[in-house]
């Protein structure tokens, strides 16, 4: 990539840097706040926990800010399908999972499961568009697309998964899918900026 989009390569990967940060916070939030037999955090740990998760929102915002203008900006040189069918399909894909998941499994209705269903969306439109638009060879995307979908695979196992378990697995379990996340940001980051 160079010339114009060279720029939108380093959007995406500070997006991912932005990404992994949020995940990483959200980890540490997740660790002092939920942490089983653990102390109730009170004094500065609670307010590092505080500025983690406020953080972490912070850093998952400006992710998605710095991915979208790159995506869009890629679309118009992508031969793939369209990043705009995949922002339409990500809340049809919500609307069946939430209801499946609830109807289904029993399993209360939580943001969690908005999170990795953007996450997901976000990721493809952005493997989808720098496949399209050859920036990334189809090996390469192929890759990156079924490791975006297998770790959402996770995340959604980890999600029905939640409620049912005892307070250490529970804890562990909700741990899991915010290391894939911020390890799959790394991995796109990594590639992203090595093409």
């Keep these: 990539m160079g010339g114009v989009d ?22 540490a939030w997740w660790w002092i706040f939920f942490k089983p037999r653990g102390d109730k955090p009170i004094g500065s740990r609670r307010t590092f926990g ?22 869009g900006g890629l679309s118009a ?23 499946v998941t609830k109807r289904v499994f029993s399993r209360p209705i939580t943001t969690e499961l908005v999170l990795f269903v953007l996450w997901c969306a976000l990721e493809l439109a952005v493997i989808t568009v720098l496949g399209g638009s050859g920036a990334l060879t ?17 995340c959604l196992v980890s999600y029905v998964l939640y409620y049912r378990l005892d307070p250490m697995p529970a804890f562990i379990d909700g741990a899991v899918p915010l290391a894939a996340v911020g390890a799959v940001s790394i991995v796109m980051a990594c590639t992203i900026a090595m093409m």
């Design 77 to 99: 040189y992508s031969e793939g399908i369209p990043a705009w069918a995949l922002a339409v399909g990500a809340p049809v894909l919500y609307v069946v999972l939430a209801f």
């Design 50 to 71: 505080i500025a983690c998760i406020v953080g972490a929102a912070f850093g998952g915002v400006a992710g998605v800010a710095l991915a979208v203008p790159a995506i």
């Design 138 to 154: 189809s090996p390469t995307a192929t890759m990156l697309g079924v490791l975006v979908i297998g770790v959402f695979a996770i």
């Design 6 to 27: 060279a720029g939108f390569q380093g959007l995406l990967v500070w997006s991912h840097v932005c990404l992994a940060l949020c995940a990483a916070l959200y980890l």
